[in-house]
């Protein structure tokens, strides 16, 4: 990371964007091994990217292992991880497990697994400290919802998250916090300019220099530039355009 400016309150540090997809519940093991290598050919053909950007898949489960065999540009994730150590927890995977098959991230407290596993920001909290714990790095996702942003009260909820959704001993090296206004998440709508450089200000405050905030939602070809062209945000966090290489790439070069 290089210090490039001093802009209002605080330092704005210039840093490798990180362009991350989430792969979410898709696909079978034979087409996450042709996105992954095509994004990895893609990669190679334009090594300016990697200059550019840091580029990280997260793929179902199921599917970790055998993309770990097909990459070596692109880092590895996972998409939740158990805040429990190894042993009598029926279906749940370790964050040993992950490191074991060469995840070095994984994704906690996306909205849909607060959705539709109930998870709430203590247990992301507990999560993340297992995560770290085995030298995992986190993304920390967090955001409103459309009612709480017509209400004005997108920070107060995104503030609430924050301060219980992180464990002590977040650095810039272990955490990484995606904010994804619940709104946008495959939805076609993305947040503006405006309104993200406002959120990611706010969260800097909250989170300090150093730590990447990416921002996702919707995010696409067509309008990556101009998001990860906004202040304060470092990467996206992209869910249906990372399963197109060319979609994916193309976010990647437009950072
Ligand atoms: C996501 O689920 O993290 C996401 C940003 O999805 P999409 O890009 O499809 O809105």
Redesign the pocket.
């Known amino acids: 990371m290089e210090q490039e400016a001093l802009k209002g309150n605080y330092e704005v540090i210039t840093m490798k964007k990180l362009i991350a997809g989430?792969w979410?519940m898709n696909g079978t093991i034979e087409a996450a091994i042709e996105l992954a290598e095509s994004i990895e050919n893609g990669l190679e053909k334009k090594p300016e990217l990697q200059e550019k950007c840091d580029v990280l898949v997260c793929p179902p489960l199921l599917h970790l292992l055998p993309v770990s065999g097909s990459i070596e540009k692109i880092a590895l994730g996972a998409q939740d991880c158990s805040q429990n150590d190894n042993g009598a927890f029926t279906g749940d995977v370790s964050t040993a497990m992950l490191k074991d098959i060469g995840a070095g991230y994984v994704?906690l407290g996306?909205?849909?697994r607060r959705q539709y596993h109930n998870e709430t920001d203590e247990l992301v909290a507990q999560k993340a400290t297992k995560a770290n714990e085995a030298g995992l790095i986190t993304i920390i996702?967090v955001g409103e919802t459309e009612s709480e942003r017509e209400a004005g009260k997108e920070q107060d909820i995104v503030g609430a998250q924050l301060a219980a959704s992180m464990p002590e001993g977040c650095t810039p090296e272990n955490t990484v916090i995606?904010y994804?206004p619940v709104w946008?998440?495959?939805?076609?709508k993305t947040a503006t300019a405006e309104d993200v450089a406002v959120m990611h200000a706010f969260i800097r405050e909250k989170v300090g220099e150093g730590i990447r905030i990416l921002y996702?939602?919707?995010?696409?070809p067509a309008n990556a530039a101009e998001l990860l062209a906004t202040p304060n945000v470092d990467g996206?966090?992209?869910?249906?355009?990372?399963l197109k290489a060319e979609d994916f790439l193309g976010i990647a070069q437009a950072a």
Do not use: D, P, R
């Open positions: 989430n979410k994704i996306h909205s849909e996702c995606a994804e946008a998440i495959g939805t076609g996702g939602g919707s995010m696409k996206g966090l992209i869910g249906g355009a990372s």
